[in-house]
């Protein structure tokens, strides 16, 4: 079983859908969960960062960690086509190699 | 410019030759990171940096060397560069090992 499994999609929805980008993982010390997005030919943003479990907020964005299930969730409100990109996970614990998803790909049409 | 910048962009060499590519933080950052990104398998660590002078092998180290001489810069050499080292290669710098900066990558093609 890999360490973090992530559906690489693609994933294609209308402008103003709610989107769900999804994680699991394995290793239940992690405690540092992420989610970076990464456009065409560019390298990844970090666009999230929560540490252990709950939700965090940032306008359009909300990050879910749930440790019981191994499970976390970037959820995307009012998508835009601004929003097409490939969205990487990526967890570790203290001190260790960040450990990355293969990435979803989106594509928000107009 | 404050940040992380990565040169060359774009890379076309032979193999068997020998290929540098550079990484230059902005931000003192103690930990550097390099990770090659391929279609399949996503970003796969091959060497990281704690500090000047400390390195360490990541995921996929082989056929590549790394040096940390000052603590801005973190070059990766390819000694005697292979097809299977063609690639995007990312360049990232965090001041503890969770929350990385990435730069915008060099394309290599090793023809």
């Known amino acids: 079983q890999k360490e973090v499994e992530q559906d690489p999609g693609p994933l294609s929805v209308p402008e103003g859908a709610i989107v769900s980008l999804n994680c699991t993982y394995s290793?239940?010390?992690?405690?540092?969960f992420m989610w970076y997005r990464q456009y065409s030919r560019k390298g990844p943003e970090l666009l999230m960062y929560t540490y252990s479990s709950g939700n965090k907020e940032d306008g359009r964005f909300t990050a879910q960690v749930d440790k019981s299930s191994k499970y976390i969730s970037l959820f995307i409100r009012d998508s835009q086509p601004s929003d097409s990109a490939t969205y990487l996970c990526?967890?570790?614990?203290?001190?260790?190699?960040?450990?990355f998803g293969k990435g979803t790909t989106l594509s928000v049409s107009s | 410019d404050a940040g992380i910048t990565q040169s060359p962009r774009y890379k076309i060499t032979e193999t068997g030759r020998q290929v540098t590519l550079m990484c230059h933080q902005t931000w003192s950052h103690s930990y550097m990171f390099w990770y090659r990104q391929d279609l399949g398998h996503g970003l796969r660590l091959i060497y990281y940096?704690?500090?000047?002078?400390?390195?360490d092998k990541g995921e996929v180290p082989d056929g590549y060397v790394v040096s940390r001489s000052k603590t801005e810069n973190f070059p990766l050499t390819l000694e005697s560069a292979t097809r299977s080292q063609t690639s995007v290669y990312f360049c990232?710098?965090?001041?503890?090992?969770?929350?990385?900066?990435f730069g915008a990558g060099t394309r290599l093609s090793v023809l």
């Open positions: 290793n239940s010390a992690f405690q540092y």
């Open positions: 990232a710098s965090s001041e503890q090992k969770n929350i990385q900066y």
């Open positions: 990526a967890m570790n614990q203290a001190g260790t190699a960040l450990i």
């Open positions: 940096s704690a500090a000047a002078d400390i390195t």
